[in-house]
């Protein structure tokens, strides 16, 4: 694994930034993946107490092994992680 985009791999990252762009942007991925809740024009991030059900329903393929350190019942925190590391990642090239 690259120390520096620890705790993710390129993989997870380019599967990551691909999803992004099907998306049409991060905030509508967010939005797709339930870490974000609409209603109108205001967006609220999205708390689950049950974080088991999320990681299986959003955390599969090449994000399964992530699935250990997923800790918060905020999804929004994690993928924002995700993409500011993607973002940082992609600045170096």
């Given at each position: ?6 705790p ?5 990252l ?80």
């Amino acid at each position: 694994m690259d120390d520096d985009i620890f705790p993710f791999t390129r993989e997870q990252l380019e599967k990551f930034r691909d999803e992004i762009e099907e998306a049409g942007g991060f905030e509508n991925l967010m939005s797709k993946k339930k870490a974000i809740i609409k209603r109108g024009d205001i967006e609220d991030v999205a708390t689950y107490k049950n974080i088991q059900s999320y990681k299986r329903k959003y955390l599969t393929g090449v994000y399964v092994p992530l699935r250990e350190m997923y800790d918060t019942e905020m999804p929004f925190v994690f993928w924002n992680d995700m993409y500011e590391m993607l973002q940082k990642s992609e600045w170096e090239k």
